[in-house]
T-cell receptor, first 111, second 112 residues
Framework: QKEVEQDPGPLSVPEGAIVSLNCTYSNSAFQYFMWYRQYSRKGPELLMYTYSSGNKEDGRFTAQVDKSSKYISLFIRDSQPSDSATYLCAVVAAGGFKTIFGAGTRLFVKA | DAMVIQNPRYQVTQFGKPVTLSCSQTLNHNVMYWYQQKSSQAPKLLFHYYDKDFNNEADTPDNFQSRRPNTSFCFLDIRSPGLGDAAMYLC???????????FGSGTQLSVL
């Protein structure tokens, strides 16, 4: 079993739609949760970082963590064509250093 | 702008011919990482440096080595590249052990 699982997609939505991206993880030792965005042929860049269950909002992005079910979500409101990218969820254990990534969900937002 | 810079962006090598990938940072971060990412797969941590302390992942092949001569630079050496080593190699930095990662644009390695 992979430590972090994501649906690879692709997910295709019209501009303006609300996007829901989801991720599960296997080990309750993971205490820090992140979402990275990766454009084609580029390195990932951090979108959201949280360490507690519940919601965290930043502009059009909301990260949601449910530690009891080991489930992580990212919601994108008013999606734009520029949001077209691969979204990677990531987890870190309390000891730190090792960020473990999911394989990513590829998102296409059509104008 | 402070950043993580990887050179070259694209590298072609021959089967078995040693290759070195480089990474530099202007962020003055303590931790530097090397990740391997194959097509449509998750980035996989190879090793990291916390200052001068080197930490190798248990499943990183012996074929992969790293050097960090100073805070700003880190190198990935692949001693005898095989076809399975063709991938994007990503360098990242962080201030500490539980901090967000700052990535370079990666080096796409092809092995012929």
């Amino acid at each position: 079993q992979k430590e972090v699982e994501q649906d690879p997609g692709p997910l295709s939505v019209p501009e303006g739609a609300i996007v829901s991206l989801n991720c599960t993880y296997s080990n309750s030792a993971f205490q820090y949760f992140m979402w990275y965005r990766q454009y084609s042929r580029k390195g990932p860049e951090l979108l959201m970082y949280t360490y507690s269950s519940g919601n965290k909002e930043d502009g059009r992005f909301t990260a949601q963590v449910d530690k009891s079910s080991k489930y992580i979500s990212l919601f994108i409101r008013d999606s734009q064509p520029s949001d077209s990218a691969t979204y990677l969820c990531a987890v870190v254990a309390a000891g730190g250093f090792k960020t473990i990534f999911g394989a990513g969900t590829r998102l296409f937002v059509k104008a | 702008d402070a950043m993580v810079i990887q050179n070259p962006r694209y590298q072609v090598t021959q089967f078995g011919k040693p290759v070195t990938l480089s990474c530099s940072q202007t962020l003055n971060h303590n931790v530097m990482y090397w990740y391997q990412q194959k097509s449509s797969q998750a980035p996989k941590l190879l090793f990291h440096y916390y200052d001068k302390d080197f930490n190798n992942e248990a499943d990183t092949p012996d074929n992969f080595q790293s050097r960090r001569p100073n805070t700003s630079f880190c190198f990935l050496d692949i001693r005898s590249p095989g076809l399975g080593d063709a991938a994007m190699y990503l360098c990242a930095t962080s201030r500490g052990r539980i901090e967000k990662l700052f990535f370079g644009s990666g080096t796409q390695l092809s092995v012929l």
